[in-house]
């Protein structure tokens, strides 16, 4: 079992930064692969940024310029670094994880989510 737990999110006001983590534990071998989602409520979850093994990584390009993801290997920890928010950047966060645990199978992992609201 793998368990992953986001956290950072609240309520910022528009044009202000939130750092958000997601700490990953339990049964875990190697985490390949590293996401974040958000969706908004009426909305299709969507793809926020993906970030690889070694350390190279994606955005949807509405975030391009505005978002960071990093991770930290040694914590089995992915961060969201927002910048510049939006009230339409207002959602819930999520992150996901893939990789091999410790008995050699692979793993799908979602956490639970984090709010993050921006007022106008």
């Known amino acids: 079992q793998v368990q992953l737990v986001e956290s950072g999110g609240g309520l910022v006001q528009a044009g202000g930064s939130l750092r958000l983590s997601c700490a990953a534990s339990g049964s875990i071998f190697r985490i390949n692969v590293m996401a974040w989602y958000r969706q908004a409520p009426g909305k299709q979850r969507e793809l926020v940024a993906t970030i690889g093994s070694g350390g190279f990584a994606n955005y949807a390009d509405s975030m391009k310029g505005r978002f960071i993801i990093s991770r930290d290997n040694a914590k089995n920890t992915v961060y969201l670094q927002m910048n510049s928010l939006k009230p339409e950047d207002t959602a819930v966060y999520s992150c996901?994880?893939?990789?091999?645990?410790?008995?050699?199978?692979?793993?799908?992992?979602w956490g639970q989510g984090t709010q993050v609201t921006v007022s106008s």
């Open positions: 996901n994880a893939a990789g091999t645990n410790r008995m050699g199978l692979g793993f799908t992992s």
